[in-house]
């Protein structure tokens, strides 16, 4: 499937309250939502006609997440229950369940269950959902989520270099993220996602904070060339985006509600991002064409 990259905004619901904010917008845009939310949300969206995504939900069950399975060991005479990365066969079931979800839905991209903070993991999820992907045809269009965001805010820097240190070019957070996304294009992918790069802020309304700045993203887009940015989406960083023709979705939708944001109070934040779109060529999104005028 081929489609032409161009800057689309994407707005991120999970109710049906945020999805009826949409309906009177002018401008061309695209929605993302859990596989989680009710099924009616699902079809609405599906429906309204703008390029739809779904993607797992990767804070959602923090508490047991799906990627665990739990283990009895008997132990000084009693049996103990633990925690453990899941088995592959019980992987792959997981994926499987995700995929078979959003075929019900006939989204235009689904994007793929990842680890926050687990770059690795991450990747062996992706390569297993490739697998399971392609078992039978589907009519959408899967997105591999890269985890960027934790070694890029936790990179350790060797203050000192060691005799056996790697040159400084390569012991770098970009030469390890670089080769990760060439690993996820040898697998197939031809559409990357970078992920992780919200951090949690107590001090901010909606708990996370996008932990770059405009400069530093405009480096990472440079060099990295995704397709999305997950949670990347700001007035501030909207002439980024723009520039390097890349998706990005608002995940923190209070950013956008002059009720809690006082910059917005007499703006509308929805209206000035699809502005941007104005006067882009047309461009081709999943099954269905999207005219950008």
């Not at 990842?114 to 009519?139: C, H, M, V």
């Not at 997950?230 to 723009?242: C, I, K, M, Q």
């Not at 950013?255 to 929805?270: A, P």
Request: glycine share 6%.
């Amino acid at each position: 499937m081929n489609i032409e990259q161009k800057f689309l905004p994407v707005f991120s619901v999970d109710w049906l309250g945020l999805f009826n904010r949409l309906k009177n917008l002018e401008g061309n845009y695209g929605i993302l939502a859990p596989i989680s939310s009710n099924k009616s949300l699902l079809r609405n969206i599906r429906d309204f006609g703008k390029p739809f995504f779904i993607d797992s939900g990767v804070f959602r069950n923090q508490d047991c997440p799906w990627y665990y399975e739990t283990h009895s060991e008997y132990l000084d005479n009693r049996w103990v229950r633990k925690r453990k990365f899941a088995s592959e066969q019980h992987l792959r079931h997981q994926v499987r369940e995700y995929l078979e979800r959003c075929d019900q839905f006939s989204p235009d991209f689904i994007f793929t269950q990842d680890i926050f903070g687990e770059p690795l993991l991450s990747l062996y999820l992706a390569r297993l959902t490739w697998e399971e992907y392609w078992e039978k045809q589907r009519n959408y269009t899967l997105i591999g989520v890269v985890q960027v965001g934790y070694s890029i805010y936790n990179w350790q820097k060797k203050l000192v270099p060691q005799l056996n240190s790697c040159p400084p070019h390569y012991d770098s957070p970009k030469s390890f993220l670089a080769s990760l996304i060439s690993a996820y294009r040898d697998i197939g992918y031809d559409y990357i996602a970078l992920g992780g790069l919200l951090k949690v802020d107590k001090t901010r309304t909606t708990g996370l904070k996008f932990g770059l700045s405009t400069k530093e993203f405009d480096e990472l887009l440079a060099w990295s060339r995704p397709e999305f940015v997950l949670g990347g989406l700001a007035l501030t960083r909207t002439e980024v985006l723009r520039k390097h023709k890349v998706w990005a979705d608002s995940t923190g939708w209070l950013w956008w509600n002059e009720k809690y944001d006082s910059k917005f109070r007499d703006r509308n934040g929805f209206q000035e991002v699809l502005e941007l779109t104005v006067g882009l060529d047309n461009a081709t999104y999943g099954c269905n064409t999207y005219k950008f005028s």
